[in-house]
């Protein structure tokens, strides 16, 4: 089966392959993630993108060991710079988290003990994943407040959560994701609480922190505007799947799932007019009910005979790979596109 593989020349930081994702309930057992698989590089950005319910956090906080009890990983493995860690114990795990992984999520209120100072959460991560005086760490965390553009840091470093603005909020929870060096950091949705200048400048931190340290970034967020300014690639997830993944360029210019060209269709453009918007009829199906064969071809246009019986897995499609038995190559998928849109 075709993957995710980075477009950039290193050697993938970060494997996904056919991860899933389980809820076990007492009516039954939800697969909330269902065989996603990608890379992503030293120094790359991957963007994750999709619907409320697709999957896209879910996928995030199994990488990085934080699944919400029952969620579980039920199949597939994560590994990282070749070691493999979904298996990990909780302890060995915590400890690639706060040293190789970072985690910056979209509220940074949940991240920060409101009770302690910025400056003591920081000194207390970095003495714990790193062998460090206080001394030494009390200036490696003034210099990660400056890093992540804190004016007047010394200042401060003494200063409460509640003390700061939300955005600049989020820049210590950047700093605190940044302790040990990470070399990957998973965000999730880190820009949807702030405001669109504040938004900016937290990209242009995310991009210069990618460019100067080649840390790898997963972000997962719903604004495609967020993914064409900072991800040199985008994984599109519907329903628990990767729908389409190619660089980013190519998925919103070019897109090749349905799923997908309703997407880049829903967005205004300035220098288009336009008197409607695509829209994408009714809505993401519930875990329970996950339609057999393609998981959109309730919504779907172009579907045909095979899309409601067989689930098609990522497959080459011009720059991209995208699940849609559109591109399957031996013309099957197209033959049959679009007999039963009407019915």
């Known amino acids: 089966m075709a993957t995710g593989r980075s477009v950039s020349n290193n050697a993938p930081l970060l494997e996904v392959r056919h991860l899933r994702v389980e809820f076990p309930t007492r009516r039954g057992t939800l697969?909330?993630?269902?065989d996603v698989s990608f890379e992503i590089a030293a120094g790359e950005v991957l963007g994750v993108v999709g619907e409320s319910g697709a999957g896209k956090s879910l996928t995030g906080?199994?990488?990085i060991g934080l699944l919400e009890p029952p969620g579980r990983v039920a199949g597939g493995e994560i590994r990282l710079e070749g070691r493999r860690i979904d298996t990990l114990p909780y302890e060995e795990m915590r400890k690639v988290r706060g040293a190789m992984m970072?985690?910056?999520?979209q509220d940074p209120l949940t991240c920060l003990n409101p009770l302690y100072s910025i400056g003591r959460q920081l000194v207390e991560t970095i003495q714990t994943h790193l062998p460090l005086p206080a001394g030494q760490a009390r200036k490696r965390a003034i210099?990660?407040?400056k890093e992540v553009g804190i004016p007047g840091a010394e200042q401060r470093f003494d200063h409460y959560p509640h003390q700061f603005s939300g955005g600049m909020r989020q820049r210590v929870v950047i700093a605190l994701a940044l302790c040990a060096g990470p070399k990957l950091i998973v965000?999730?949705?880190?820009?949807?609480?702030?405001?669109?200048?504040?938004?900016?400048q937290v990209i242009a931190l995310l991009k210069r922190l990618c460019r100067e340290h080649g840390t790898a970034v997963m972000l997962v967020t719903h604004d495609m505007g967020v993914i064409a300014e900072t991800a040199d690639r985008v994984a599109v997830m519907y329903a628990g799947r990767v729908a389409e993944i190619g660089p980013v360029r190519e998925v919103i210019k070019q897109a090749k799932h349905p799923y997908t060209k309703g997407l880049m269709g829903s967005i205004p453009s300035l220098g288009h007019r336009a008197d409607r918007l695509t829209q994408i009829d009714g809505a993401m199906p519930r875990l329970t009910e996950i339609p057999k064969g393609c998981a959109f071809n309730p919504r779907c246009g172009q579907r045909g005979l095979r899309c409601l019986v067989e689930r098609p897995n990522l497959m080459t499609a011009g720059g991209s790979l995208a699940a849609c038995w559109l591109h399957d190559r031996q013309g099957v998928g197209g033959a049959v596109a679009g007999e039963l849109a009407d019915a």
Do not use: H, K
């Not at 697969?31 to 269902?34: N, P, Q, T």
């Not at 970072?102 to 999520?105: M, S």
């Open 143 to 145: 210099d990660l407040l």
């Open 187 to 200: 965000a999730d949705e880190p820009t949807t609480a702030l405001d669109v200048s504040i938004q900016a």
């Open 31 to 34: 697969l909330a993630v269902d």
């Open 61 to 63: 906080n199994a990488i």
């Open 102 to 105: 970072g985690a910056i999520f």
